[in-house]
């Protein structure tokens, strides 16, 4: 992360190792960055990569088109006496903002040995996790409930809209929506389901909870279709 701050390079980091940082405990060694994907921009990524030693390990290719298709490129860099880590980075992922607001959204932390890093905003880095994964939900549900738990006496309508919009337990969501019910009606067009959690009725809030994950897993699946076809092209020789 100095590395990438050094040479300039214009990324919001996110995944495992931003989930930590948001209080969510996750293990991760990879480091997924979402990058602005202009030539300048991908120039100085290349510099940093350089600079840390780091190899493309998958296809696609390292080229500023597959970036702007919505491809992942990784890399792998380190030995076994440092450990070996990956990056992978991205450009446009589904449902997510394009980067220029990703940016103007983020949030700035200091870090001990590292200094400042460029974080994607809990917001946009729940959207991000709306995945087809099974490990993403639980993910999505803790980061949720962490910012809930330390600012709901601190709430204002940002946060609101976040919780109501976003909240994942039963229970939890029946709760917000009892005490902020009057946001919660404001909601109902946007998320259906907080009119069940407004009748405090837990079954079908769990079935709303369902429909919606798995709504998102299938329209994930549907979003990687095309661009998985294309990997596949790469690894057998045939690229579009």
């Given at each position: 992360?100095?590395?990438?701050?050094?040479?300039?390079?214009?990324?919001?980091?996110?995944?495992?190792q931003?989930?930590?940082?948001?209080?969510?405990?996750?293990?991760?060694?990879?480091?997924?960055?979402?990058?602005l994907?202009?030539?300048?921009n991908?120039?100085?990524?290349?510099?940093?990569?350089?600079?840390?030693?780091?190899r493309?390990?998958?296809?696609?290719p390292?080229?500023?088109?597959?970036?702007?298709?919505?491809?992942?490129?990784h890399?792998?860099?380190?030995?076994?006496?440092?450990?070996?880590?990956?990056?992978?980075?991205?450009a446009?992922?589904?449902?997510?903002?394009p980067?220029?607001?990703?940016?103007?959204?983020?949030?700035?932390?200091?870090?001990?040995?590292?200094?400042?890093?460029?974080?994607?905003?809990?917001?946009?880095l729940?959207?991000?996790?709306?995945?087809?994964?099974?490990?993403?939900?639980?993910?999505?549900?803790?980061l949720?409930?962490?910012?809930?738990?330390?600012?709901?006496?601190?709430?204002?309508?940002?946060?609101?809209?976040f919780?109501?919009?976003?909240?994942?337990?039963?229970?939890l969501?029946?709760?917000?929506?009892?005490?902020?019910g009057?946001?919660?009606?404001?909601?109902t067009?946007?998320?259906?389901?907080?009119?069940?959690a407004?009748?405090?009725?837990?079954?079908?809030?769990?079935?709303?909870?369902?429909?919606?994950?798995?709504?998102?897993?299938?329209?994930?699946?549907?979003?990687?279709?095309?661009?998985?076809?294309?990997?596949?092209?790469?690894?057998?020789?045939?690229?579009?």
């Amino acid at each position: 992360l100095s590395t990438m701050r050094t040479h300039g390079v214009q990324s919001l980091l996110m995944g495992g190792q931003a989930c930590v940082l948001y209080g969510a405990a996750e293990f991760s060694r990879d480091t997924d960055l979402a990058l602005l994907a202009s030539a300048d921009n991908f120039v100085r990524l290349s510099s940093a990569l350089d600079e840390l030693g780091a190899r493309v390990i998958a296809v696609p290719p390292f080229k500023l088109e597959y970036i702007k298709r919505g491809h992942a490129i990784h890399f792998a860099y380190g030995d076994r006496e440092t450990g070996r880590m990956r990056i992978d980075v991205m450009a446009q992922m589904r449902n997510v903002a394009p980067f220029p607001e990703l940016w103007e959204r983020r949030t700035t932390l200091t870090l001990p040995e590292t200094g400042e890093v460029e974080v994607m905003s809990l917001p946009d880095l729940v959207t991000a996790k709306k995945t087809q994964r099974d490990k993403d939900w639980p993910m999505i549900r803790r980061l949720v409930e962490v910012n809930y738990f330390a600012f709901r006496s601190e709430a204002t309508d940002p946060r609101l809209d976040f919780w109501l919009g976003e909240l994942r337990t039963p229970s939890l969501l029946i709760e917000a929506a009892t005490i902020f019910g009057e946001r919660a009606r404001a909601l109902t067009q946007s998320r259906p389901l907080l009119r069940d959690a407004l009748d405090s009725n837990t079954d079908a809030v769990s079935a709303g909870l369902s429909t919606e994950e798995n709504t998102e897993r299938q329209a994930d699946r549907e979003y990687w279709a095309p661009l998985r076809a294309e990997l596949e092209a790469f690894r057998h020789g045939h690229p579009g």
